[in-house]
Every structure is written in C-alpha cells, then in structure tokens.
C-alpha cells in the first residue's frame, strides 16, 4: 500500500454517511465519511467501533447521554450499545471497525451504505 | 470510556519510543507514542501495525525504500516487514494493533518498552 493522506481522501468526494475505505490493518478496515444532518439510530452486536474527528464536529446521541467529540478527539461506542450520530455542519471522520461492518448495524434502510467500498 | 482528546494525552508525557494506550476497541489498542531519533530494526511476525502522525514529520524505513509520513497521514506496515521508524524532530505518532504487541517486536533490547501502560 501507499501513505495514504487524511486531506487527499476527503477532497475525493461530498457524500455524506457513505463510508469509504482507505486502508486496511489485518482484519480491520479504516474509513473515511463526511456526516451531516441526523443518522439513524442503530447498533453493531458483533464489534467496538472508533470515531476519530479528522475536522469538525459532531455528536453521538445514546439512550442516557450525547457526546460532542470535536477535531482530535476519538471515541469508542462498545459492541451493542445503541447510538445516533449527528452533526449540525459537515463533519469529516475516520471510522475503524472490521471489514464487513455495515454503517447503519443492524437497522437496514436509506442510510445503509454499500459495504467495503474503497476510494 | 471517556472521549480522548489526542492533544491532552501528548501533554501527558514526554518520554521517546513509549506507548502508552488511550483507547481499546475489541482486542485492539490505540497507543500514543512521541519518536525522536533512530528506533531499532524489527518486525511483528503476528499483525500489521498502523502509523498515524498526529504531529510532526517521521520516516520508516524498509529494506528497500524509506517513506516519509507528514502530519494527517497513515500507513500500515504489513507484518512480517522489516522496519525502522526515525524521526529528525519530535513526532507525535498514534499507533493500532492488538493488545500485547511490544513495541520492538521480535528484537527485544534497551528500547523495548513495558507493554499494555495506560494513559
């Protein structure tokens, strides 16, 4: 594989909640999304998942609390906790979960986005 | 877990070629680690090892070439690859692979660092 460049990979497109891949470590896979407006609420029961905020900022609503994680901040919502993600401006995010992880877990529907796409 | 704020946990500490871990996802860990100077040729015979600089300029170098990471940019050495991380300057660097990867891998000696310290 080549450096891959943070910056370079999100002037690669404008979509919004459709995860792309831009690498990969063993089994796991590092995406990038653009995210703005309200996801849907869903979890993942298999997997941990890390947001990491490249730019801006965003939020991820749970039942008992939201978190605001702003540019340089990481989180990790456990396997099976329920969340919504959201952000008022566009917001650019690394994602890191294992490959085959579909974004809207397991709640199919407008928001799912095809899997293991690569940019 | 708390929200991870990569500058706070630079500030933290001040020693070179230390990880210390920050976050846990499934039975991977995210590590904060600031280089300065040459580190010593290794490699993990296990997992690929994710490079990201948060700050600063590092190189790896391979048997064949050397690649220079900037701010905002990742790469994955594959495993098995022989290597040697350097930096100039001091370079904060965010580091993932499983839980219980030693930091010299397979060479064991004055650089190899306690494993599994949070902080």
Known sequence: MSIVNFADKFSMFSDHWSPKVIAEMNDYQFKVVKIKGEFV?????ETDEVFIVIEGRMHIEFEDRTLTLETGEMYVVPKGVRHKPYAEQ???VLLVEPRGVV???EVEGDLTAENDVWI
Chains 1, 2 share one sequence.
């Open 90 to 92: 566009e917001c650019s």
């Open 103 to 105: 974004n809207t877990g």
């Open 41 to 45: 609420w869903h979890q993942h029961e």
